[in-house]
Antibody, heavy 120, light 107 residues
Framework: QAQLVESGGGVVQPGKSLRLSCAAS????????MHWVRQAPGKGLEWVAN????????YYADSFKGRITVSRDNSKNTLFLQMNSLRAEDTAVYFC?????????????WGQGTLVTVAS | DIQLTQSPSFLSASVGDRVMITCRAS??????LAWYQQKPGKAPKLLIY???TLQSGVSSRFSGRGSGTEFTLTISGLQPEDFATYYC?????????FGQGTKVEIK
């Protein structure tokens, strides 16, 4: 059964960096586009980044450009999000999600999320 | 960027009620819209894609309509497990966006 498991969250000081991981299992990871979505405490969902199935194209939300990098290792079935120059407003649960091929590209599989807290 | 505006932001309803949530896009997005349900502390769950197609395994109480700039999610016969927050999402451009959410609570 398809599953995504995020890791790498934690407490980090403002201005520091953090790398999140998302381990995929139960499906052929290399065939699917992947996304990161975040949710600040008590707030709505915010799309963060996308990477194509083969890593050839990447897209980022305007509010993050220059501070984040999405990547993937298809040999290890893992998605990454490198976040730099973290700010208090980056505090959120970060979800990885699969872009479905049978769902008109809607996000059909989600991880449980990993909490990032930016605080001194 | 395409903006999505959901209404209402908050909805109080009783078990058995029929409820409707609207999602308006700032520009036309054809039928490139999905709906998700999220319960506290959980990941979102895909309910509907392509504006009106029910995701596999999702109850037929849920239905979606619309195209262009106006879309609706209807829950017919609200059940206790349906009390949650609902989000629309546009998939028309390479800058995916979500609506601000609609929280459905028990009256």
């Amino acid at each position: 059964q398809a599953q995504l498991v995020e890791s790498g969250g934690g407490v980090v000081q403002p201005g520091k960096s953090l790398r999140l991981s998302c381990a995929a299992s139960g499906f052929t990871f290399s065939r699917f586009g992947m996304h990161w979505v975040r949710q600040a405490p008590g707030k709505g969902l915010e799309w963060v980044a996308n990477i194509w199935y083969d890593g050839s194209n990447k897209y980022y939300a305007d509010s993050f450009k220059g501070r984040i990098t999405v990547s993937r290792d298809n040999s290890k079935n893992t998605l990454f999000l490198q976040m730099n120059s973290l700010r208090a407003e980056d505090t959120a649960v970060y979800f990885c999600a699969r872009e479905g091929t049978d769902t008109d590209d809607a996000f059909d599989i989600w991880g449980q999320g990993t909490l990032v807290t930016v605080a001194s | 960027d395409i903006q999505l505006t959901q209404s209402p932001s908050f909805l109080s309803a009783s078990v058995g009620d029929r409820v409707m949530i609207t999602c308006r896009a700032s520009q036309g997005i054809s039928s490139d819209l999905a709906w998700y349900q999220q319960k506290p502390g959980k990941a979102p769950k895909l309910l509907i894609y392509a504006a009106s197609t029910l995701q596999s395994g999702v109850s037929s109480r849920f239905s979606g309509r619309g195209s262009g700039t106006e879309f609706t999610l209807t829950i017919s016969g609200l059940q206790p497990e349906d009390f949650a927050t609902y989000y629309c999402q546009q998939l028309n451009t390479y800058l995916w966006t979500f609506g601000q959410g609609t929280k459905v609570e028990i009256k």
